[in-house]
């Protein structure tokens, strides 16, 4: 029952590199989701795929993109990494269209020095 | 801009006692409000949810009351447990918008003996 599953589970970068962080999910779910999650913010939507060849932006996607690569897999890139995109990310599924409940990884702990 | 607004941020609850979480929303065009329940080092995972046609979804010992006229909504949890201790989440939902949820900034609870 692995669910979903992201990758690298913790990351420290230094300010300008980039990196890659890989989820994929085994629930044949349509919708694929990435958040951020800070202290006092709550959970912030990145980037959104609702269905596989799609994708769209969220509430926070500045300095983020992403490839839904398969119906299976989503990633989110960051470029040239900040200090304010230190933060923990989950990556989430669902089926889609009415059906509300999202899927969360464990999240990956990302910090940049 | 916070669409959705939740308090208290922390709540410290004896056992036994019921632990109460408050949610408010502007957008009239929100159609659907879970709650979700994360543990420390854990993605958050669906505890309940209601959709606004109902003023109450009673789950166990979880209950969702929904005030439409008010814009508000509330997480009760009776007899609560340290089991119970966690990171709970309000969210709501926009019909047609992708599925998307819109998360409350959280409250922290924990259930002392």
Redesign the interface.
């Known amino acids: 029952n692995a669910g979903v599953t992201q990758t690298p589970k913790f990351q420290v970068l230094k300010t300008g590199q980039s990196m890659t962080l890989q989820c994929a999910q085994d629930m044949n779910h349509n919708s694929m989701y990435w958040y951020r999650q800070d202290p006092g913010m709550g959970l912030r939507l990145i980037y959104y795929s609702a269905s596989e060849g799609t994708t769209d932006k969220g509430e926070v996607p500045n300095g983020y993109n992403v490839s839904r690569l398969n119906k299976r897999e989503f990633s989110l890139r960051l470029e040239s990494a900040a200090p304010s995109q230190t933060s923990v990310y989950f990556c989430a599924s669902n089926e889609g269209g009415p059906a509300g409940e999202l899927f969360f990884g464990e999240g990956s702990r990302l910090t940049v020095l | 801009q916070q669409q959705v607004k939740?308090s208290p941020?922390s709540l410290i609850v004896q056992k036994g006692g019921i632990s109460i979480i408050n949610c408010a929303y502007e957008n009239t065009a929100f159609d659907?409000f879970?709650w979700?329940q994360q543990f420390p080092?854990?993605?958050?995972?669906?505890l309940i949810?209601i959709r606004p046609d109902v003023s109450e979804k009673k789950e166990g010992r979880f209950t969702i009351s929904f005030n439409k006229s008010a814009k508000q909504f509330s997480l009760h949890i009776m007899d609560s447990q340290p089991g119970d201790s966690a990171t709970y989440?309000c969210a709501a939902?926009v019909t047609g918008g992708?599925?998307?949820?819109?998360?409350?900034?959280?409250t922290q609870l924990k259930v002392e003996l």
């Open positions: 939740q941020q659907y879970p979700y080092g854990k993605g958050p995972a669906l949810a989440f939902r992708g599925n998307k949820l819109t998360f409350g900034t959280g």
